[in-house]
């Protein structure tokens, strides 16, 4: 099992990104702010290009396109697939600040079949 969030992690992850299906003109930049987790507030950020991730870490992207924050227990079940970010958005348990266009654009890729069996894949080897 590998921490969530870990360098580790961020690895295993983009390791998964060459056998995902292109979605051209899907690219994005985007920062999460994780907050209340057990070791404090994370900074992490995803780059995607044509629908598949090319970078991601611990960290800031700048600029982001799209800046969510989210609360560890919601960031960690949106992750697992538990959690649909729409639902997360409508009941305000995800902030959303940037470009609304690419919020829109990603929320079918998350909620594809192709986007649920990638969070169950990742799943299998991550520790939350």
Known sequence: ???????????????????????????????EQITGGPDGDVSCYWVLEDGRPT?????????????LTLAWADAAALQAGSLDPSVAFMQG??????????T??????????????LSRRI?????W
């Open 93 to 102: 348990r995800m902030k959303v600040a940037g470009s609304m266009a690419v």
């Open 55 to 67: 970078s991601a870490a611990v960290g800031t992207v700048v600029p982001a396109d799209l800046t």
């Open 123 to 127: 799943g299998e080897f991550t520790d």
């Open 104 to 117: 829109l654009a990603l929320l079918p890729a998350a909620r594809s079949p192709e986007g649920q069996d």
């Open 1 to 31: 099992m590998t921490k969530w969030l870990s360098t580790e992690w961020f690895d295993r992850v983009l390791a998964l990104a060459p056998g995902l299906a292109e979605r051209p003109g899907l690219s994005a930049r985007i920062q």
